[in-house]
């Protein structure tokens, strides 16, 4: 029985229209023994064309995604549509609602929790519904991201290249779509690996994007733009809303994560002193940055190196670092 969701919702997937209701996702506490949290969700359909997912708030100290979808669901109407369009602009409410990454209810990462569980915590339960029940009714997956609290970003989107190379033409002409100024093929090491949303959409052939727009949790207007632009771009493409007035000519440069190895964690904890800036090209051998130590003033900072050569893709936001803290990540062209 463990692929009963949960999760209900009042609304039809097979009508057309625009349709706003809740995800309802139950959780029995102190105060609400037969409670449910409502989880948005709008759903615009017409005729017969493909089905695009579109959710942000995945992590909910992410914000361009979240704008940029609200925005998308009272602006877009049914006659626009040929398809259907499901939008979720705060997919793990919770963390929303708290200004968090992860969820409040549990702790739980929604983007490390794919291909979820019913039976481990509310989190779980809303990444099983989204494998279970809306992946098997999409052609295409959006999931907007952006830093959050601890990590600042090129505005760029994110794609693992798929099994075949049917999937990888598919992915390569999504990220051409959409448009962000760098589109990253990756295999989600230095990440969320297989666990995340985009990753378990791949695994189920469905081609997916992730971006990452910005960062600090604070709201980017250039990632913002990148997010209306990149989705109503994708809708036009792909036959969805064929008449969006949108600039569809595209300039996306295509890179490569080069993950976890090139990837620069602090080795112990203290202040972090950058050397290096968001989209900066850098050297193997160059200083990344260095760690001070707010309790020793005597004692030298150890002194960060990049061991690869590439372009900064991501920055730690916050100065005080533990040690395992994500400084530095580096891409490289794609060959
Ligand atoms: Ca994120």
């Known amino acids: 029985m463990s692929d009963v969701s949960m999760l209900w919702t009042g609304l039809d997937y097979e009508r057309s229209g625009k349709q706003s ?7 029995s506490s102190d105060l609400s023994a037969y409670g449910w949290i409502p989880i948005p969700l709008v759903v615009i359909a017409n005729g017969t064309g493909p089905t695009l997912l579109l959710t942000a708030g995945t992590h909910g100290d992410e914000y361009e995604g979240q704008i940029a979808l609200n925005r998308l669901a009272r602006e877009l109407q049914p ?6 369009v499901i939008i979720m602009p705060a997919l793990n409410f919770p963390a929303v609602m708290a200004g968090r990454r992860v969820s409040p209810l549990d702790e739980g990462n929604l983007n490390r929790l794919f291909p979820g569980d019913p039976k481990m915590g509310p989190t779980a339960a809303i990444a099983h519904y989204v494998d279970r029940v809306l992946f098997p009714k999409c052609d295409l997956v959006i999931d907007l991201h952006s830093g959050g609290r601890s990590l600042d970003y090129l505005p760029l989107a994110l794609a693992h290249p798929g099994s075949s190379d049917d999937h990888r033409e598919k992915v390569m002409a999504l990220l051409d779509a959409f448009g962000a100024p760098f589109s990253v093929l990756t295999d989600g090491s230095g990440g969320g690996g297989h666990t995340t949303l985009y990753a378990a959409a791949a695994k189920r052939g469905i081609p997916a994007l992730t971006t990452e727009l910005g960062g600090g949790a604070t709201l980017s207007p250039r990632g913002l733009a990148i997010a209306e632009t990149g989705v109503r771009r994708v809708l036009k493409h792909f036959g969805i809303a064929p008449g969006l ?91």
């Open 245 to 335: 007035d949108v600039d569809d000519t595209s300039s996306t440069r295509l890179m490569r994560s080069l993950g976890r190895e090139a990837a620069i964690y602090a080795p112990e904890g203290g202040l972090f002193e950058p050397n290096a800036d968001l989209g900066e090209m850098v050297t193997a051998g160059d200083l990344a940055g260095r760690i001070h130590f707010p309790d020793s003033p005597m004692r030298d900072p150890v002194e960060l190196h990049f061991s690869t050569s590439g372009m900064i893709s991501c920055r730690r936001f916050p100065t005080l670092t533990q040690r395992g803290d994500c400084l530095f990540n580096v891409m490289t062209d794609a060959e």
């Open 79 to 84: 006659e626009e549509v040929n398809g259907r």
């Open 21 to 27: 209701d809740y995800l309802r996702l139950p959780h």
